[in-house]
Structures are given as structure tokens and as C-alpha cells.
Nanobody, 115 residues
Framework: QVQLTESGGGLVQAGGSLQLACAASGSPFPINAMGWYRQAPGQKRDLVAVWRSGDIKTYKDVVKGRFTISREITGNRVTLEMNNLKPEDTAVYFC?????????WGKGTLVTVSS
């Protein structure tokens, strides 16, 4: 059973930075996709950034230039560097991972950006 452990959420002022991290364990297959979705109160879960095998990175338009997703060469771990945070980035951030898509999910970590 694939387990995902997220860390790095918290409270930050607008303009500040946070780094989220996610580690996957227990996978019997190669993990070819890891990424982050987020869900704000009353909103649907929405893509933030995804890394795919071949170092292909996809970003939500509103975070391009501010967020950077990176996959560690060794181990099933991905980080999300978030800079110039805005109040509208406030949400629960969920890490996903899988062999061909984001098939497994973590419990989420809360990011709160104060104005």
C-alpha cells in the first residue's frame, strides 16, 4: 500500500515563502508521477503542480513563476517551493503519487497566507 507523508504547511504572511515536502513509501511499482493539488474552503480540489517521469512539470497558471516543483533524484520525494505567497493561495495542499497518474493521496497539509 502506497503511503504519502506531507510536511511543511503553516502560516505565513503575504509575500512570504514556504516549502512543502512529500515522501512516498511502500510502492511496489515505479512512481512516475508526483504532485500537488489544493482545496480552498468551498472550492473543488484543483491542480497546483505535477512532476512526471522525464522531468516534465505542469503548473496551474496562477502559480507559474512563483511555485517550483522538484523531484529528488534518490527516493520517492517531491518538494514544492512556494514564493511570493498570496492570500488566495490559502488552502489544504494534498500530495498525490502514482505509476501513471496521481492515484494515491496524502491527508493534506494546511497553508494559510495572511494579508
Amino acid at each position: 500500500q502506497v503511503q504519502l507523508t506531507e510536511s511543511g504547511g503553516g502560516l505565513v504572511q503575504a509575500g512570504g515563502s514556504l516549502q512543502l515536502a512529500c515522501a512516498a513509501s511502500g510502492s511496489p511499482f515505479p512512481i512516475n508521477a508526483m504532485g500537488w493539488y489544493r482545496q480552498a474552503p468551498g472550492q473543488k480540489r484543483d491542480l497546483v503542480a505535477v512532476w512526471r517521469s522525464g522531468d516534465i512539470k505542469t503548473y496551474k497558471d496562477v502559480v507559474k513563476g512563483r511555485f517550483t516543483i522538484s523531484r529528488e533524484i534518490t527516493g520517492n520525494r517531491v518538494t514544492l517551493e512556494m514564493n511570493n505567497l498570496k492570500p488566495e493561495d490559502t488552502a489544504v495542499y494534498f500530495c498525490g503519487a502514482g505509476q501513471s497518474g496521481l492515484e494515491y493521496w496524502g491527508k493534506g497539509t494546511l497553508v494559510t497566507v495572511s494579508s
